[in-house]
Nanobody
Framework: QVQLVESGGGLVQAGGSLKLSCVASGRTFSHYAMAWFRQLPGKERDFVGAINWTGGTTFYKDSVRGRFTISRDDAKNTVYLQMDSLKPEDTAVYFC???????????????????WGLGTQVTVSS
């Protein structure tokens, strides 16, 4: 079965950086778009960004564009989220997600994603 495992979260001061990783297993990673979402307690999951199956197209939530970068390494079955210039409002649990359909660009809607990791906590102190 498809499994997604996130890592790289932690505590960082405002203005700092973190790089999250998500390792996928269970199918041909290079065929699928990947996305990152984040969630606060009691809130819905909020789209952060996505990368299409080729890695040639990325798109982001407005508030993180220019600070966050998504990339993928198909040889390592891994998608990354580089987060720079972090702000306290970036504090959340971050999840990676993947669709069941192949060869797509991904979307910003959580309902379009079928597989999720367990998440990694990111805390940004002021």
């Amino acid at each position: 079965q498809v499994q997604l495992v996130e890592s790289g979260g932690g505590l960082v001061q405002a203005g700092g950086s973190l790089k999250l990783s998500c390792v996928a297993s269970g199918r041909t990673f290079s065929h699928y778009a990947m996305a990152w979402f984040r969630q606060l307690p009691g809130k819905e999951r909020d789209f952060v960004g996505a990368i299409n199956w080729t890695g040639g197209t990325t798109f982001y939530k407005d508030s993180v564009r220019g600070r966050f970068t998504i990339s993928r390494d198909d040889a390592k079955n891994t998608v990354y989220l580089q987060m720079d210039s972090l702000k306290p409002e970036d504090t959340a649990v971050y999840f990676c997600a993947s669709q069941s359909r192949e060869f797509t660009y991904g979307t910003s809607w959580a309902e379009d994603y079928d597989y999720w990791g367990l998440g990694t906590q990111v805390t940004v102190s002021s």
